[in-house]
């Protein structure tokens, strides 16, 4: 349902009369923190700050819709599979988020949108070995490709010079009950 109101959107905004300058394209590299101050990829266990970190592939569209708002769909995925820790398994990670983006300054906008975060986890069955406290434990692995999503609130802020764009998106899910929190942080490159 999310996806298809988005490919709507995307006709709507590119069959209007707008300029060719209004649309902004932009396309870059991110890196997106994953699970903030909870998820450890750590074979010790350790937390850290931000998390597991993961490259990203990205690409945000800017399109206008009133004077100082612009609707903004965004994508971002891992390129290459990324290994567990103990090597069970593979996964990647993809998100497409439909925005609402205010310009706070000319240079400067926040942004308020709605999102679905999909996990791929790519794993051919058996078990780990992890450490569970002070003790090494076995925990079964899938047998098969696994792809859990979830819908998660996106908060954030971009900053534009030039064709050049840097974004902080926060991104909360699980806001009734086990709350997450990832983090991407982006640099991008206008190409419309």
Do not use: H, W
């Not at 396309?27 to 850290?48: N, R, Y």
């Not at 599979?81 to 000319?106: H, K």
Request: aromatic share 16%; hydrophobic share 40%; net charge positive.
């Amino acid at each position: 349902m999310l996806i298809r109101g988005m490919i709507f959107l995307l006709v709507y905004f590119f069959s209007q009369n707008t300029y060719a300058f209004d649309r902004k394209i932009f396309t870059g590299i991110g890196l997106l923190s994953k699970q903030i101050g909870t998820l450890s990829g750590a074979p010790s266990g350790e937390v850290g700050l931000l998390g597991s970190n993961y490259f990203q592939i990205v690409a945000t569209g800017y399109f206008p819709v009133f004077e100082k708002f612009t609707f903004s769909p965004s994508f971002s995925g891992t390129p290459f599979a990324t290994s567990s820790p103990e090597r069970g398994e593979d996964y990647r990670m993809y998100s497409l988020a439909s925005r609402l983006c205010y310009e706070i300054i000319p240079s400067m906008d926040a942004k308020l949108g709605v999102g679905l975060f999909a996990f791929q986890i790519l794993a051919g069955g058996g078990a780990a070995i992890v450490n569970n406290g002070s003790t090494p434990t076995s925990f079964p692995l899938p047998g098969s490709n696994k792809y859990p999503t979830y819908f998660f609130l996106n908060l954030g802020l971009g900053y534009e010079k030039k064709n050049m764009r840097l974004d902080t998106d926060v991104m909360i899910s699980g806001l009734a009950n086990r709350r997450t929190t990832n983090i991407l942080f982006s640099l991008t490159y206008g190409i419309i």
